[in-house]
């Protein structure tokens, strides 16, 4: 079995039902009916290159023909969400804002084409882990450490301000306010530096609605006293 086959297959494994989304609008993440992978690289915006994370959401109920739905997000500096897609056994192709994207899960590479600009690119995959956020360090050279549970295992991760993946709506990019996970258990994307892996995106935990800013407090209004 090659290996595009055996990644696709794996992405439907034990799915309930696909969620249907109009086109264009904000994906819902359900961890119940979908798989997610990530990968990064380099697309055209405006002529010009730039890196991208690409995140992908593929569905378990095949199309008329054979193919796999897919939704997600694509990065040209701000996340724009996927149009439409669909995926088989050795591409994911799909839309967003003018252009064609095409993803060889063979070669790893990404062929793209529209208002943009086009090209051919290689991309990498990103390596996911789950466990419960234990501790972190204090920020140093804009970078921490964040110490993940993992299968009763503890595993320390570089983490700087990365991309929360959320469950409905865009992603938030650039988030700091770590501390708002700690004891929580969710998932990570990892992405490599040489020889050193760091979390790349957050998986936003169940329950939680991370945002960008921190939500303002609420002041009591006193009242003036009666005379």
Do not use: C
Not at 42 to 47: R, T, Y
Not at 130 to 137: P, S
Not at 156 to 166: H, M, Q, S
Not at 206 to 227: C, I, T, V, W, Y
């Amino acid at each position: 079995m090659v290996r595009g086959t055996l990644f696709v297959l794996l992405l439907a494994a034990s799915l309930a039902a696909q969620v249907a989304q109009p086109p264009g609008s904000a994906p819902q993440a359900s961890a119940a009916d979908i798989k997610r992978a990530v990968y990064e690289g380099v697309v055209a915006l405006e002529g010009k290159t730039i890196g991208t994370s690409i995140m992908l959401e593929i569905g378990e109920k095949a199309g008329a023909d054979g193919s796999w739905p897919v939704r997600g997000w694509i990065q040209r500096n701000d996340f724009y969400p996927i149009d439409s897609g669909n995926a088989t056994a050795d591409h994911v192709v799909f839309t967003s804002g003018g252009n064609q994207y095409d993803i060889n899960l063979n070669t790893l590479r990404i062929s793209y084409a529209g208002r943009d600009g086009s090209g051919n690119q290689r991309l990498e995959k990103m390596s996911y882990v789950e466990g419960r956020v234990y501790k972190l360090t204090e920020e140093a050279d804009e970078q921490r450490t964040m110490t993940l549970q993992i299968s009763g295992d503890e595993k320390d991760f570089v983490v700087g301000e990365p991309t929360v993946w959320k469950r409905n709506g865009p992603p938030v990019i650039h988030f700091s306010r770590l501390e708002e996970i700690l004891g929580k258990t969710t998932g990570f994307w990892l992405s490599r530096y040489g020889t050193e892996r760091y979390v790349a995106i957050v998986e936003e935990p169940q329950g939680m609605d991370l945002q960008k800013k921190a939500p303002k407090e609420k002041k009591d209004k006193k009242k003036a006293p009666h005379s």
